[in-house]
């Protein structure tokens, strides 16, 4: 949701405000307020982004019970129970 917000804040900001500013410099004159906006959205993305690649791998892979050894005695005795 956050990714797709500050792409449409950067659309904002690069793409419409530059080009109003002589047309209606009032809207233009957002600009450095949506710049924050954007800044703001994206060091939530990456503290977030931190946040799940500090997790012990443990929570985000399921836990696997059986030895590489155990399956390999399994497919070379011709039961393939994978």
């Known amino acids: 949701m956050l990714t797709w917000l500050s792409f449409g804040v950067y659309i904002l900001l690069a793409d419409i405000l530059v080009f109003l500013r002589d047309s209606v410099p009032l809207l233009a004159a ?35 019970d059986r030895d590489v050894a155990d399956v390999a005695a399994e497919v070379a005795g011709g039961r393939r129970g994978l």
């Open 30 to 64: 957002l600009h450095p307020v949506m710049a924050v906006v954007l800044f703001a959205i994206a060091v939530t993305l990456a503290r977030r982004a931190w946040r799940f690649a500090r997790e012990p791998e443990a929570a985000t892979t399921p836990a696997i």
